[in-house]
């Protein structure tokens, strides 16, 4: 199936608003639990120091789980969208899942492509820089990885979970019908969209080999995520 991009930003309120009230925890959890497992094999452990960036924070779901598993670093959630950042504020400020506002999260709203002319990242160096379904949101491959380059240094973890595209118009079909059981009009109609946007492992596979980045490993997860973890 043919790549399809779509917008970059969610910046509509129903489409915020459905997002936010959407259950993603079971995803969730398994992502954090991902990448803990990953520090804990490679025996990298956080503390005060330590900087956690989430890039395309949305409404700040693993933004507050990276801050909750991770209580003594700093964590940022940074997006592109002022509707999400809001809502990702109003979250922590009102109804985070601890019941009261995480004091090491923090948000900033800016364009990931901007991000290289800021210097609000540049007090600490990040240990760990993660994106959970950002990717497919990027219309060149080129624009995520030479953010992640920009923001990594040599301590840096990267781990970026995303949808893959699938092979046809039918199976993207059948996982639209999947998740119209599960989720409103809006989310399902958004979801297909970012299967067509999403990439394969091959395209994320060759980026990577063809652009110096062959230090990223690129993963599939069974037949709807693929992984790119690892140092720049």
């Known amino acids: 199936m043919e790549r399809i991009p779509e917008p970059e930003l969610m910046e509509k309120k129903e489409q915020v608003i459905s997002y936010d009230e959407a259950d993603f925890s079971e995803g969730e959890f398994n992502l954090i639990n991902q990448i803990n497992h990953y520090l804990l094999r490679k025996n990298i452990s956080f503390g005060e120091k330590d900087l956690i960036v989430d890039l395309g924070c949305g409404p700040g779901n693993i933004s507050e789980k990276l801050a909750i598993k991770w209580p003594n670093t700093e964590v940022i959630g940074i997006d592109g969208s002022k509707e999400m950042i ?3 504020e109003y979250n922590n400020n009102n ?9 090491n999260l923090s948000y900033i ?25 950002l990717i497919h949101h990027i219309t060149n491959l080129e624009d995520f990885f030479n953010t992640i380059r920009i923001l990594s240094s040599n301590i840096t973890v990267n781990f970026h979970k995303d949808l ?7 199976s993207a079909l059948e996982l639209k019908a999947q998740c119209s ?17 999403s990439y394969t492992f091959k395209e994320l596979k060759n980026f990577t ?20 973890y690892g140092n720049v």
């Open 109 to 133: 709203c800016s364009d990931i492509k901007e991000i290289k002319s800021s210097n609000f990242l540049l007090k600490k160096k990040i240990s760990l820089l993660v994106s959970n379904s």
């Open 209 to 228: 080999l063809e652009n110096d980045l062959a230090s990223l490993e690129v993963f599939e997860e069974g037949d709807k995520y693929l992984i790119v």
């Open 95 to 103: 109804i985070s899942t601890n019941q009261k506002k995480l004091k």
């Open 181 to 197: 059981t599960k989720y409103n009009e809006i989310l399902t109609n958004d979801y297909y969209a970012s299967l067509r946007a």
């Open 164 to 170: 893959k595209r699938p092979f046809d118009e039918k």
């Open 86 to 88: 809001l809502r990702a």
